[in-house]
C-alpha cells in the first residue's frame, strides 16, 4: 500500500521547522568557517601545509570540506587562468575537497605547496637524480621543469647530437669534443662521463653554485657514473635513484622509444642491468609508475626543510 504526502508517516518524514532552520545556521556557519580559513591562508596568517594536514588529520572537519579549487585560489599569484593548469598538473579534479584527495594527490599537492613556499623554509639543495637507461630520467625532469617552474634544473653539456624535439640550452648544451675537452681542462664540470662507451656527458659546474649560493635548490638528472663523481665531489647533495615498475616495463619502455638499433638496445639493456644493481648507493628510491607522481616526489626532496 502506497502512502500518500497527507499522511503522517509521510509527515514524519519532513524535518520540523527548527531544525532546518538549525540545519540553515549550521551551514552558514560551516561556510563562514571556511572562509575565514581560506582568508588567513590568502593573508598568510595560515601556512597552506598546515591547512592540508588538518584536512587530512580530520576530512570532515572545516578545512577537509574546503574545495581544493577554492583552496588554491586562496594561494598567491593563482588566478582562474592558471587553476586548470594547476589541477592538470596535480591529476585532481575540480570537484574534490581537501578531505577527499587520495594518497597520491595528496602527496602531489603537499609537493606543490612545498615548492612554493619562500626559499627561507627550506635548505638550499643539490638533488641528483639518476637510474637505468630508459627509466624516464629526462620524461621526469622535464615534467618539473613544465609545471614547477621554481624549481632550477641543471642543463648538462653532452657530445652526442640531438634527439628530435630537444632544444640547445634547455635539453642539452651540444658540443664537439674538442669543446669538451676543454671544459674538463679548465676544471669547468661538476663531473663528467662517457656513457655506453660512446658519448659523454658533463655538468658546468659554476651554474650549480651560482644557484645554491642564491639559496636555490637545483636539480641534475645526469647518469650513475655522474652521480657517484658528485658524491665524491660534493658529498652534501642528495642522491635519489629512478626505478621502473618492472624489469619487463623497462625493456618495453627502450624498445618503444625506437631511437637505438637493435645492437644498442642490447648494450643499453646490460649496462641497465649493472645500474639497477647500485641502487643501494643512494639516498632514496623513487618508482616512476607515473609521472606525476615520481616528479612529487622528487620535488619534495627539492623543497621540504632539512
Given at each position: ?17 527548527v531544525d532546518r532552520t ?164 679548465r676544471g669547468e664540470l ?117
Amino acid at each position: 500500500m502506497s502512502v500518500s504526502d497527507d499522511t503522517p508517516a509521510a509527515g514524519r518524514r519532513r524535518p520540523p521547522e527548527v531544525d532546518r532552520t538549525q540545519a540553515s545556521q549550521a551551514a552558514v556557519r560551516a561556510r563562514q568557517a571556511r572562509a575565514e580559513v581560506k582568508r588567513a591562508v590568502a593573508a598568510g596568517d595560515r601556512d597552506a601545509l598546515d591547512v592540508l594536514a588538518a584536512a587530512t588529520t580530520d576530512p570532515a572537519g572545516v578545512e577537509g570540506r574546503i574545495r581544493v579549487t577554492e583552496f588554491l585560489l586562496s594561494l598567491p599569484a593563482i588566478g582562474k587562468t592558471k587553476l586548470p593548469r594547476v589541477l592538470e598538473s596535480l591529476g585532481i579534479s575540480a570537484s574534490k575537497r581537501l578531505g577527499g584527495l587520495g594518497v597520491h594527490q595528496r602527496a602531489r599537492l603537499r609537493a606543490y605547496l612545498e615548492s612554493r613556499r619562500p626559499g627561507g623554509t627550506a635548505v638550499p639543495r643539490l638533488v641528483v637524480l639518476a637510474g637505468p637507461t630508459a627509466v624516464g630520467k629526462g620524461t621526469v625532469a622535464g615534467y618539473i621543469r613544465e609545471r614547477f617552474p621554481e624549481v632550477l634544473l641543471s642543463v648538462s653539456a653532452t657530445t652526442r647530437a640531438p634527439r628530435p624535439g630537444e632544444v640547445e640550452g634547455v635539453s642539452y648544451y651540444f658540443v664537439d669534443d674538442a669543446r669538451f675537452d676543454a671544459m674538463v681542462e679548465r676544471g669547468e664540470l661538476l663531473e663528467w662521463a662517457t656513457v655506453h662507451n660512446s658519448h659523454r656527458y658533463g655538468t658546468p659546474r659554476a651554474p650549480i653554485d651560482e644557484a645554491l649560493a642564491r639559496g636555490e635548490s637545483v636539480l641534475l638528472e645526469i647518469d650513475l657514473q655522474g652521480a657517484r663523481q658528485v658524491r665524491r665531489s660534493m658529498p652534501e647533495a642528495t642522491l635519489v635513484f629512478l626505478l621502473p615498475p618492472s624489469w619487463d616495463e623497462l625493456v618495453r619502455r627502450l624498445v618503444g622509444r625506437g631511437t637505438e638499433s637493435e645492437e644498442e638496445r642490447e648494450r643499453r639493456l646490460r649496462t641497465a642491468r649493472v645500474e639497477l644493481a647500485a641502487q643501494d648507493e643512494f639516498d632514496h628510491r623513487v618508482v616512476n609508475h607515473d609521472v606525476a607522481e615520481a616528479a612529487a616526489e622528487v620535488v619534495h626532496l627539492l623543497t621540504s626543510p632539512a
